[in-house]
């Protein structure tokens, strides 16, 4: 099987939007779910229900690779998943060495979707000397001293950082002075990096943010709706013949909805085990 240092898939040259390609991953997780269940042809409606998406968004995405399908049958399953594994370079052995061996780290060179995806773990980096040696997911890990080897001898294609946010960029940029111009970016910072680097980045507590802010704006929509049920008259107060004393009416203190939830360094998450992962939560995606 080719590495993926010899070969880049050509989503570019072909012109195909970034917009599409963020929405293959999602078709090819849908199709992989009928195709394990030998389901042979899909509609379009329900192929762009399973991954998420309107229909005509689904169409337009797949005339890009130029798969029509057939009026009355659908899409052949097999086939869309091959055009779009090809598509997305899957049909290929691509190595990642994973920077960054602390809760987080340790997390994702455990994920067993990495190799039935066509992403080989080939290395494990991390600074701690204590690190160095012990075995995580059946690798060792290396000191990041020897990073730059690590990647020649590999032939390392993706770098992943997991590291603290103070560390992220130094080993963004060994990793780029080593030949990686694909990074996947777990620390919670924005990395700096020349033209021709692809760099996804990977927020957990940027995620977690916006569903806060969707939940406090259906907890809101929900009290105004409690509001307009209200009968005529019921939210008023009538004047009372005698003011109540002064005593009876207090303040709330300034510091009582202070968050709990401070800058924690990541420390508050991490297990007995050395390494580091920042503020990043040791937490999956899905």
């Not at 049958?73 to 060495?97: A, C, F, K, M, N």
């Not at 780290?105 to 701690?128: M, Q």
């Amino acid at each position: 099987m080719a590495t993926g240092r010899t070969h880049r898939p050509a989503t570019r040259s072909r012109g195909i939007p970034e917009a599409t390609v963020a929405r293959l991953p999602l078709y090819l997780r849908a199709l992989t779910a009928l195709s394990e269940r030998s389901v042979p042809t899909v509609s379009s409606e329900e192929l762009a229900t399973a991954a998420g998406v309107n229909s005509a968004k689904l169409r337009k995405d797949f005339s890009y690779l130029g798969s029509y399908g057939t009026r009355g049958v659908g899409y052949d399953v097999e086939y869309l998943v091959y055009q779009i594994s090809r598509e997305l370079g899957l049909t290929q052995d691509w190595p990642v060495v994973i920077v960054g061996i602390g809760n987080l780290g340790a997390a994702l060179a455990n994920y067993g979707g990495f190799a039935s995806r066509g992403f080989r773990v080939a290395s494990l980096i991390d600074a701690d000397p204590e690190m160095a040696g012990k075995v995580v997911a059946g690798i060792e890990v290396q000191h990041s001293d020897g990073l730059e080897q690590v990647i020649e001898d590999n032939d390392v294609s993706i770098g992943v950082i997991a590291t603290p946010a103070a560390s992220a960029q130094p080993v963004c940029d060994r990793l780029v002075a080593a030949g990686i111009t694909s990074i996947l970016n777990f620390a919670p910072t924005v990395l700096s990096v020349p033209d021709g680097v692809d760099v996804r980045k990977v927020d957990l507590s940027i995620e977690l943010q916006i569903l806060a802010f969707h939940e406090q704006r259906k907890a809101g929509e929900l009290s105004d709706e409690d509001a307009e049920e209200l009968p005529q008259g019921a939210g008023e107060v009538t004047a009372s013949p005698v003011a109540p004393p002064a005593a009876s009416v207090t303040k709330r203190g300034s510091g009582s909805g202070k968050s709990s939830g401070g800058a924690s360094g990541g420390a508050s998450g991490r297990n007995s085990e050395p390494g580091s992962d920042g503020d990043v939560p040791a937490v999956m995606p899905a």
